[in-house]
């Protein structure tokens, strides 16, 4: 990963068309290089989740270029590279596994990190995971527990700020207040660069590999509804 970092942190000195088109080739090659890396970690993810078999790249990771349209920050390339591995691929809005690889600072999009599950849920997954919560919150928290094993966090941005006063002395409240559901942890260049990063990711995702297939039968039985 190294050089695929250096070229990251060229491209972030250097975030314009000019430099981007002067140094394809050295774009090429990091892509390529994270290429071969994602098709070995979507292989390995299909040994343990059947459901993400049959992947192709093009199915998991993203084009470079940045969709500025809407956006004050009129940078034309994205200083980061990404793979999600889910059932269906990224366009499924199924819960999946998330490596991301990035320059330049903290926080999402500018750090490195891991992620599991997913961030937009129809408000019907929502809702079901709530019911299920109020029927059995510890098997969700044995979820939560099991990847804060990995140093994995929940995502409590978008939560709300309070429950209905029925569910104040719910000992799972904080769980009903999410609206997204995904666990994730910054990463270092330490932990990015290790020869074995194949393999802690893949332990990482297999760990928690029952999360992302409760999310996905809240997914797939919404979608039977409609």
Same mark, same amino acid.
Not at 117 to 126: P, Q, R, S
């Given at each position: 990963? !190294?050089?695929? *970092? !250096?070229?990251?942190?060229?491209?972030?000195?250097?975030?314009?068309?000019?430099?981007?088109?002067?140094?394809?080739?050295?774009?090429?090659?990091?892509?390529?290089?994270?290429?071969?890396?994602?098709?070995?970690? @979507?292989?390995? $993810?299909?040994?343990?989740?059947?459901?993400?078999?049959?992947?192709?790249?093009?199915?998991?990771? %993203?084009? *470079?270029?940045?969709? @500025?349209?809407?956006?004050?920050?009129?940078?034309? %390339?994205?200083?980061?590279?990404? $793979?999600? @591995?889910?059932?269906?691929?990224?366009?499924?809005?199924? =819960?999946?596994?998330?490596?991301?690889?990035?320059?330049?600072?903290?926080?999402?999009? #500018?750090?490195?990190?891991?992620?599991?599950?997913?961030?937009?849920?129809?408000?019907? $997954? $929502?809702? &079901?995971?709530?019911? #299920?919560?109020?029927?059995?919150?510890?098997?969700?928290?044995? %979820? &939560?527990?099991?990847?804060?094993?990995?140093?994995?966090?929940?995502?409590?941005?978008?939560?709300?700020?309070?429950?209905?006063?029925?569910? =104040?002395?719910?000992?799972?409240?904080?769980?009903?207040?999410? !609206?997204?559901?995904?666990?994730?942890?910054?990463?270092?260049?330490?932990?990015?660069?290790?020869?074995?990063?194949?393999?802690?990711?893949?332990? *990482?995702?297999?760990?928690?590999q029952p999360f992302v297939a409760y999310l996905n039968q809240v997914i797939d039985y919404t979608k039977e509804e409609d």
């Amino acid at each position: 990963m !190294k050089e695929i *970092i !250096k070229f990251l942190r060229e491209l972030q000195k250097n975030n314009h068309t000019e430099w981007f088109h002067a140094h394809r080739k050295e774009y090429e090659a990091a892509r390529d290089q994270f290429g071969q890396f994602a098709m070995k970690l @979507i292989a390995g $993810v299909a040994q343990f989740d059947k459901s993400t078999e049959g992947l192709e790249l093009k199915d998991c990771t %993203y084009r *470079i270029n940045r969709d @500025i349209r809407f956006s004050a920050d009129k940078s034309p %390339y994205k200083t980061h590279f990404g $793979v999600f @591995i889910a059932p269906g691929g990224k366009k499924s809005g199924h =819960a999946g596994y998330y490596f991301h690889l990035s320059v330049g600072g903290t926080g999402y999009p #500018d750090e490195s990190m891991v992620a599991i599950g997913h961030y937009c849920y129809d408000k019907k $997954v $929502v809702e &079901i995971v709530r019911e #299920d919560l109020q029927d059995d919150g510890k098997r969700f928290d044995k %979820y &939560i527990q099991t990847a804060a094993k990995d140093g994995l966090r929940l995502d409590y941005t978008d939560a709300l700020k309070k429950v209905p006063k029925d569910l =104040a002395d719910f000992p799972y409240k904080d769980y009903w207040r999410l !609206k997204t559901y995904c666990l994730d942890k910054p990463l270092d260049d330490s932990f990015v660069c290790d020869e074995h990063l194949l393999e802690h990711l893949l332990d *990482i995702f297999k760990r928690n590999q029952p999360f992302v297939a409760y999310l996905n039968q809240v997914i797939d039985y919404t979608k039977e509804e409609d």
